[in-house]
């Protein structure tokens, strides 16, 4: 769970400060109108991502009675990602 949790970080990591760039470069919004919502998604996409990732690694350390119910959330936050970006 733990490598998920670091791959989700480092997803909303690079995503969100796409983002940054993106607001800090108002000269090109025209170029990239099209992308901008898009990116809006895939920034909430993975934050539920991480956020679930999260409980789950918190309820597998503490050996919690609900490990099991968090891991099949994760499992489907992770195809309902894939779901989202595949093309």
Do not use: C
Not at 20 to 33: S, W
Not at 37 to 59: D, E, F, Q, R, Y
């Amino acid at each position: 769970m733990g490598i998920l949790l670091g791959s989700a970080v480092a997803i909303f990591a690079g995503l969100t400060l796409t983002l940054v760039v993106y607001l800090f470069l108002p000269e090109y919004h025209d170029r990239l109108a099209g992308e901008f919502i898009p990116l809006l998604k895939a920034v909430g996409w993975s934050a539920v991502l991480v956020v679930t990732a999260a409980a789950a690694l918190v309820t597998e350390l503490r050996q919690h009675r609900l490990r099991r119910v968090m891991l099949a959330v994760v499992a489907v936050a992770v195809t309902a990602f894939a779901w989202a970006y595949w093309p």
